[in-house]
């Protein structure tokens, strides 16, 4: 038996608190595109707790909604639209050197010294999307670094990858 209820349309309050919480996370572009497209979104409940924890576009699970804290996190498609978005300056995503990118693919971690010229205002625990030097979403993970520590070490792990496109 399953402990998601099935796909529904979220309620006006909802949406307002979904699109608000993607502005937030991950900034103005992606939330007026949530804010856009948000009527033809579903969302999936815990059955037990009623609370949002799967946002469905089109193509299936778009956003993962974490109980832990609140937080989104990132699927492969969600990052493919984020990285379009932010098409002049990544904010929510790291670019690295295009030789190690498939082993990224496969799901494994990221280290500092692979990544190039990151966004110094990454956070650590920031949901970001991977990137090859020519913009080809290759994963989504959480930072385990800062961007300006990820500029700055050339050892330890600066992405723990959650998915890599091939895995």
């Not at 307002?16 to 996370?25: F, I, P």
């Not at 009527?39 to 909604?65: A, C, P, Q, W």
């Not at 989104?72 to 379009?84: G, P, S, V, W």
Request: net charge negative; aromatic share 6%; proline share 4%.
């Amino acid at each position: 038996m399953s402990s998601l209820s099935k796909l529904e349309e979220p309620s006006p309050i909802d949406q307002r608190m979904l699109v608000a919480l993607v502005r937030m996370q991950f900034g103005e572009p992606f939330g007026a595109w949530l804010e856009s497209s948000i009527d033809t979104m579903k969302v999936e409940r815990s059955m037990k707790t009623g609370k949002i924890k799967y946002l469905h576009g089109s193509n299936g699970i778009f956003l993962v909604l974490r109980p832990t804290d609140g937080f989104f996190t990132l699927t492969i498609d969600a990052a493919i639209l984020l990285n379009e978005l932010e098409a002049n300056a990544m904010e929510n995503g790291i670019t690295i050197l295009t030789e190690v990118a498939s082993f990224i693919k496969d799901g494994r971690n990221v280290f500092a010294k692979h990544v190039v010229n990151p966004n110094p205002g990454i956070q650590p625990l920031q949901e970001l999307y991977v990137c090859d030097e020519e913009r080809n979403v290759l994963a989504v993970g959480k930072a385990i670094i800062s961007g300006t520590e990820m500029a700055t070490l050339s050892r330890g792990v600066a992405v723990k990858t959650r998915h890599g496109i091939d895995a």
